[in-house]
């Protein structure tokens, strides 16, 4: 091939990344463990103070850039005058023989505050700034923490699903991971990050071919 050839072909190639990447993306939850149910005991959740950490595990499908987690909390004040602060944290989760448990690389943080009055749960949002990207067939875990001292802490709510959660608290210190059962309520969004078209891969392929051809 020639050298102007072999510029059109990567002009070609530079055009079709470029389609692929500005390709129309979009927002999935890709994480739930469902919204609270009050039940017949009505409803029920973990503590975060400082003696105790909560964690939810969730491994995408598929490479994502998140926008948001949504998280129902209530709260063990009842005069509407405090509203406990908490936080969440985004963690790659870390390889522990078992389940897996969230691990001290820090991707995100949110500091964040409980609206709800008493057993009265809200939703609280926390949004990305944009540049998290997850991976496909990766676990993290969002991590749950408070400040607040007793009988003024928030609580996060149970929801009605079941995922991987963890529990580290004062009688117990140390990541106590469930593949199941109570897990706190959760949905994370994200959008999804399109895969290269395949004229574009084609695109590659040829360059790569003409390269292979020059040498």
């Given at each position: 091939?020639t050298?102007?050839?072999?510029?059109?072909?990567?002009?070609?190639?530079?055009?079709?990344?470029a389609c692929?990447?500005?390709?129309?993306a979009?927002?999935d939850v890709?994480?739930?463990?469902?919204?609270p149910?009050?039940?017949?005991?009505?409803?029920i959740?973990?503590d975060?103070s400082p003696n105790q950490?909560v964690a939810?595990?969730?491994?995408?499908t598929a490479?994502v850039r998140?926008?948001?987690i949504?998280?129902?909390?209530?709260?063990n004040?009842f005069?509407?005058?405090?509203f406990?602060?908490?936080?969440?944290?985004?963690?790659?989760g870390?390889?522990?023989?078992g389940?897996?448990?969230?691990?001290?690389?820090?991707?995100?943080?949110?500091?964040?505050?409980?609206?709800a009055?008493?057993?009265?749960?809200r939703?609280?949002?926390?949004?990305?700034l944009?540049?998290?990207i997850?991976?496909?067939?990766?676990?993290?875990?969002?991590?749950?923490?408070?400040?607040?001292?007793?009988?003024?802490?928030?609580?996060?709510?149970w929801?009605?699903?079941e995922a991987?959660?963890?529990?580290d608290?004062?009688?117990?210190?140390?990541?106590?991971?469930?593949?199941?059962?109570?897990t706190?309520?959760?949905s994370?969004g994200?959008?999804?990050i399109?895969?290269?078209?395949?004229?574009?891969l084609l695109?590659v392929?040829?360059?790569m071919?003409?390269?292979?051809?020059?040498t």
């Amino acid at each position: 091939m020639t050298e102007m050839t072999t510029t059109r072909a990567m002009m070609t190639l530079a055009g079709l990344l470029a389609c692929a990447a500005s390709a129309p993306a979009y927002a999935d939850v890709i994480f739930d463990t469902g919204a609270p149910d009050p039940g017949f005991f009505g409803f029920i959740g973990f503590d975060l103070s400082p003696n105790q950490s909560v964690a939810v595990a969730f491994t995408p499908t598929a490479d994502v850039r998140l926008d948001s987690i949504d998280v129902w909390m209530m709260s063990n004040a009842f005069d509407g005058v405090i509203f406990p602060e908490f936080k969440l944290s985004l963690v790659a989760g870390v390889e522990d023989g078992g389940l897996g448990e969230p691990g001290t690389r820090v991707l995100e943080t949110w500091d964040l505050t409980t609206s709800a009055v008493g057993f009265d749960p809200r939703r609280e949002t926390a949004r990305s700034l944009g540049g998290t990207i997850l991976s496909a067939g990766v676990q993290y875990w969002v991590v749950g923490t408070s400040d607040a001292p007793e009988l003024e802490n928030p609580v996060w709510v149970w929801g009605t699903g079941e995922a991987t959660s963890a529990i580290d608290n004062a009688l117990s210190p140390g990541w106590n991971v469930s593949g199941g059962g109570a897990t706190p309520s959760i949905s994370i969004g994200a959008t999804v990050i399109p895969a290269p078209t395949s004229a574009a891969l084609l695109a590659v392929s040829t360059v790569m071919t003409t390269r292979r051809r020059r040498t």
